[in-house]
């Protein structure tokens, strides 16, 4: 069988991972373990945290950029940025961005993605990120690890296949909080190395 273009050389996927509060029933060490994860296999990823997260996590936040992994912003209180007024918005990411800055000393500009993807592709929200210099970052392959029901070995295989679909430039996201999430990775970054994958953070993108 012949090989498609993308397992012919190699193609850059961008793992990203939205780090917050989960309004789910999460796995409690699930960003630790797919830190670890990441680290063991070498892999750079870029991680959206949330402001509140943060704060209540600083030791982990800290290392995630020690890592060397690139850190957006996520909001600070995970609201629907549809739903607040121009001025909240710029209050809520506002604050994100001081208490990233402040545990990490990275700032965490130009990479927003909103919570919920609510407002990723509204002008009113995108023109009040951009005043705050901030690009809104959306993603072509969705792992839906927060579905109570997801596995790890499902998320694996829906990732891969779709990563390697899309092919160049492919940004997936996941939720690490989750247990589907921890057990996934391995599996996920395996697989897409084997089809010729090689892992970028945001700005590697270009």
């Given at each position: ?70 850190i ?9 940025m ?6 909240g ?51 072509q ?32 996201l ?9 057990r ?23």
């Amino acid at each position: 069988m012949a090989k498609s273009p993308q397992q012919q050389a190699s193609w850059r996927v961008a793992l990203t991972f939205d780090v917050e509060h989960a309004d789910r029933p999460a796995h409690p060490d699930g960003t630790r373990l797919v830190l670890d994860t990441l680290a063991d296999r070498d892999v750079v990823a870029t991680h959206f945290v949330q402001g509140r997260w943060a704060e209540a996590h600083p030791a982990l936040t800290k290392e995630l950029t020690r890592h060397g992994h690139l850190i957006g912003n996520h909001s600070h209180h995970h609201a629907r940025m549809t739903w607040l007024s121009s001025q909240g918005l710029a209050n809520d990411v506002r604050l994100a961005e001081q208490t990233i800055r402040r545990i990490t000393g990275h700032d965490p500009r130009p990479w927003f993605r909103c919570p919920f993807g609510d407002g990723t592709d509204d002008p009113a929200v995108l023109a009040a990120l951009d005043r705050l210099g901030y690009q809104e970052v959306s993603w072509q392959v969705d792992a839906l690890d927060w579905r109570t029901k997801a596995t790890g070995p499902q998320v694996a295989r829906a990732v891969i296949e779709q990563a390697t679909a899309h092919g160049d430039g492919a940004v997936v996201l996941f939720h690490p909080w989750t247990r589907a999430t921890g057990r996934a990775m391995p599996l996920v970054i395996d697989g897409l190395r084997a089809a010729g994958a090689r892992f970028v953070r945001l700005d590697e993108l270009g």
